[in-house]
């Protein structure tokens, strides 16, 4: 583990400094692309094991080590997934027992919507033995399903046993529809973790969206969605063998004044809900739940929403509260938590800490050590007396690697907004004039949270300043900022990402001359939308796995079956309202302005990508091509549309480091 270096949030004054001599190349995309050494770490009940996703060559796998008085022992293998499945974590729900989250893909004629999906599981290990046991092997095939099973609480009822919820059709009715034309319904089942089988409880309706557990992990919260309405409507009930009650009901699941975000200790009838309440940043309030009567601030933070609560894993009870600033903080409210937290903040000053698991009796917790030019570290802390045991380094290829320095910045918009940023520089002395890579962030209702970012730092030891804008659209800065990016694409949203370059250029920092926007998914479409709406801005730009067309970006979520109601209608709120406005889609789709590219641009996109369909690249390509504009397109075999893979980070980042080599020339050097 590295020290950090100091952030600033101010306007940036950088110094001419001398190019260093020619020395040992950095490291490249092999090391940068890696998976990390340990994906995941989830401690046992007792406190003594670790749960673990550790790559073997190119495939994750879940191992289990011993951790006990202080002295981390060697790791078995527990699960290693069969054919072209890939493990994408991995956590205990017994004291014996593990739940393996599976994820692979099914290439299909005739389905609804898609020619090629994502398909997932969930599987029960008997850590002991090794024995697995998907989950519903009666309604689909080996447990293969397209959406995950939703856990309803860390532990069942009893041992043994736990709860989740899914759909009550097989994966053929999914995939194809059901002869009768019913749409598939959610229900809560009992689940024996020694085969899989499940025992329904509970049957939702059309439109029931989820269920959520109290500290007991009874099942006392629902929640529905209506699709002719978008209303969205929480139920409540005391106990099991009660009726639900509407505990909320919102006329749009878009305008939802708050939400239950846990229950609040152990009284049965207070809950936590985070929410606006007429205000613009999200705070956390409580409710009684028998009368309805809702508290003052709980807890809230300046400038920043709250993201929510933090639940304790094993108990389901409400342990404190989370938010980003520039990096992920929380503040607990549980004795022993706050006593942890206290402890590693005294060992790791400066760090951003998080604290992934928790043992049963609270005796012990996993803490991960990370910040923005510090690649993560776990470390086991005994909470009574104190003691640190390290663990793992998540990427110790690079212990001995100079890395970029991350400052966060504000700088004005066109009409005097003040929009947040992080500069990541090269290492070695600042300097002016610097080549830049614009990398707005994917979502776009999300936002860079200022912790490691794998593929920014790869760029900036490269010798590329990188900067990485919070336009409007971004999430955590409050309702006002994120609402002013809604059905902004190719607007608002990317002058903000326009501003921020062309005052990156007037403070010095940039070479106007030597500028290209990268960017995945969301990412991606304002990477095509600079080369092709302000062309004369970049010098080229390079899109992975990211949009080109608005038009079949919503054919194909009205396309999805079962239906996903949430996804359209945050897409009527945020991308266009009528959706029949082809023309007007047309004018923010970069392959309906190909013609207007002045810039090389590269397109690389996985050809089994569920999230973001090939055929958005392949449109892009296609659109180039006609207009006779210089362009690569780059076809990722075996990867995802998030580059899970090593080979496919690897891939990518090789491709892109050529490209920016051609057209930016080289970075500087230390």
């Known amino acids: 583990m590295r020290r950090r270096l100091a952030w600033f949030a101010a306007a940036i004054a950088i110094a001419w400094a001398p190019l260093a001599a020619a020395q040992t190349p950095p490291p490249g995309p092999e090391t940068f692309g890696a998976t990390p050494s340990v994906a995941g770490v989830d401690l046992s009940a007792d406190g003594n094991q670790l749960l673990l996703l550790v790559p073997e060559g190119d495939v994750m796998t879940a191992a289990i080590a011993s951790v006990s008085g202080g002295v981390l022992g060697p790791r078995r293998v527990a699960h290693r997934p069969q054919g072209t499945a890939e493990l994408v974590g991995a956590e205990w729900i017994d004291p014996v027992y593990a739940i393996m989250w599976e994820r692979d893909s099914l290439a299909l004629t005739g389905a609804v919507g898609a020619d090629h999906i ?86 939702g309706g059309a439109k029931t969206t989820g269920w959520g557990a109290d500290h007991e992990g009874l099942l006392r919260v629902r929640y529905e969605v209506d699709p002719a309405s978008n209303a969205e409507i929480t139920f409540i009930r005391d106990d099991e063998k009660s009726p639900y009650r509407v505990l909320a009901h919102w006329d749009n699941v878009l305008e939802a004044e708050w939400r239950l975000a846990g229950f609040a200790g152990t009284e049965p009838n207070h809950a936590f809900v985070s929410g606006r309440f007429g205000q613009d940043l999200q705070e956390i309030r409580r409710i009684d739940l028998a009368t309805g009567a809702m508290s003052d601030t709980v807890f809230a933070r300046p400038f920043y929403d ?27 409210i549980h004795p022993v938590w706050a006593r942890a937290q206290a402890l590693a903040e005294e060992r790791f000053p400066g760090s951003l800490l998080a604290f992934p698991s928790l043992a049963q009796d609270r005796s012990a917790v996993i803490v991960r050590v990370s910040g923005p030019d510090d690649p993560a570290s776990y470390f086991h802390l005994t909470i009574e007396t104190g003691v640190f045991t390290h663990l793992y380094d998540a990427y110790p290829g690079l212990e001995n690697t100079p890395l970029g320095s991350v400052r966060t910045l504000a700088y004005p918009a066109r009409d005097g907004t003040s929009i947040p940023a992080y500069l990541t520089l090269p290492p070695g002395d600042a300097r002016t004039g610097l080549p830049l890579v614009v990398m707005p962030h994917g979502g776009p209702r999300a ?29 955590g800065f409050g309702e006002a900022f994120e609402r002013a990016g809604w059905r902004q694409w190719g607007g608002r949203m990317q002058d903000d990402v326009t501003d921020g370059v062309l005052w990156l250029v007037g403070e010095g920092v940039a070479d106007p001359d030597r500028i290209c926007i990268v960017g995945a998914s969301y ?46 209608a945050m897409l009527r709120a945020s991308v266009f309202e009528d959706f029949s406005d082809r023309r007007g889609m047309a004018r923010r789709s970069p392959a309906a302005n190909a013609s207007r590219a002045r810039a090389p641009i590269l397109l690389i996109h996985a050809r089994d990508d569920a999230i973001v369909p090939i055929e958005q690249s392949e449109r892009m390509a296609a659109a180039l091509e006609r207009a006779g504009k210089e362009h690569a397109f780059i076809v990722l075999a075996g990867a995802d549309h998030f580059l899970s893979h090593a080979p496919s980070r690897i891939a990518m980042l090789t491709h892109l480091q050529r490209f920016l080599q051609t057209h930016l020339g080289p970075g500087v050097v230390p």
């Open 447 to 475: 936002r860079d949270g200022g912790d490691f970012d794998w593929w920014a730092q790869f760029l900036a030891v490269q010798g590329y300043a990188v900067f990485q804008p919070q336009f409007r659209g971004s999430t």
């Open 118 to 203: 994502d398909i997932v599981r969930a599987a029960s290990l008997h850590t002991p033995t090794g024995r697995l046991a998907p989950l519903f092997p009666e309604q689909t095939a080996d447990g293969w399903t397209l959406t995950a099973p939703q856990q309803i609480g860390r532990s069942g009822p009893r041992p043994g046993v736990a709860r989740f919820a899914t759909f009550d059709a097989t994966l053929a009715s999914l995939l194809f529809g059901d002869p009768t034309g019913e749409p598939p319904v959610l229900a809560v089942y009992e689940v024996d973790l020694a085969t899989g089988a499940g025992t329904m409880i509970e049957r």
């Open 306 to 332: 709250v993201a929510g609560v933090i639940a304790e894993t094993w108990t389901g009870l409400s342990v404190g509260f989370d938010w980003t600033d520039v990096g992920p903080r929380q503040s607990y």
């Open 523 to 568: 990412g991606g479409y304002a990477a095509l939308a600079g080369a092709t709406l302000t062309p004369e801005l970049y010098r080229c730009a390079a899109s992975v796995a990211g949009l080109a067309d608005l038009g079949l970006l919503i054919d194909h979520t009205l396309q999805d079956w079962p239906r996903d109601l949430l996804s359209e």
